[in-house]
T-cell receptor, first 114, second 116 residues
Framework: QQPVQSPQAVILREGEDAVINCSSSKALYSVHWYRQKHGEAPVFLMI?????EQKGHEKISASFNEKKQQSSLYLTASQLSYSGTYFCGTASPGGGTSYGKLTFGQGTILTVHP | TAGITQAPTSQILAAGRSMTLRCTQD?????MYWYRQDLGLGLRLIHY???????GKGEVPDGYSVSRANTDDFPLTLASAVPSQTSVYFC???????????????FGPGTRLTVL
């Protein structure tokens, strides 16, 4: 089942912060975050493994709460280059050949204006 | 480094015709994947291959077939295209089949397919 992302869309001014949430109805092993610019391929941002760790680089970070089956992506002091669609991909323990397959959320469109 | 290449970039296809979308990676990754992306639905897995010689069905496999004769190539075939297969198709690869652990999936540039 597809994870649910919220909000569906966010509009920011440069320098503002944003949070994108990803929620699953299934137990999760890991959460992967990707960003996609219009007309381009998705680009990997980061992976979070179960254990509640928070990862990040520069002004983009993320957390993973395995008990709540949720992950959040934090964008701090947004830049114009942050504009795009953000996807979370979740992996659940499944066993067999389906183990580890990613299921992607529907995406969150982030627009940063000057 | 090329990474993943896909061909064609775009295609208009008449309903009922067959077509093969090509995907080649030069990273020697074990696992490869085909996704379709439709507005509002995100990326949905069509088929995958954990290693050369093996394939598996994803979330939306009907109407599609794949083969994995070697490590580098993973073609996707539509035997008899229908308008609902209009979509953007992305090929991806990862170093390990168990992407749930710590793997990154790398995506190709995509093929935009329109079935009329």
């Amino acid at each position: 089942q597809q994870p649910v992302q919220s909000p569906q869309a966010v509009i920011l001014r440069e320098g503002e912060d944003a949070v994108i949430n990803c929620s699953s109805s299934k137990a999760l092993y890991s959460v992967h975050w990707y960003r996609q610019k219009h007309g381009e391929a998705p680009v990997f941002l980061m992976i979070l493994l179960k254990g509640g760790e928070q990862k990040g680089h520069e002004k983009i970070s993320a957390s993973f709460n395995e008990k709540k089956q949720q992950s959040s992506l934090y964008l701090t002091a947004s830049q114009l280059s942050y504009s795009g669609t953000y996807f979370c991909g979740t992996a659940s323990p499944g066993g067999g050949t389906s183990y580890g397959k990613l299921t992607f959320g529907q995406g969150t469109i982030l627009t940063v204006h000057p | 480094t090329a990474g993943i290449t896909q061909a064609p970039t775009s295609q208009i296809l008449a309903a009922g015709r067959s077509m093969t979308l090509r995907c080649t990676q030069d990273m020697r990754h074990n696992a490869m994947y085909w996704y379709r992306q439709d507005l509002g639905l995100g990326l949905r897995l069509i088929h995958y291959s954990n290693t050369a010689g093996t394939t598996g069905k994803g979330e939306v496999p009907d109407g599609y077939s794949v083969s994995r004769a070697n490590t580098d190539d993973f073609p996707l075939t539509l035997a008899s295209a229908v308008p609902s297969q209009t979509s953007v198709y992305f090929c991806a690869s990862s170093d390990s089949p168990a992407t749930g652990l710590s793997d990154t999936q790398y995506f190709g540039p995509g093929t935009r397919l329109t079935v009329l």
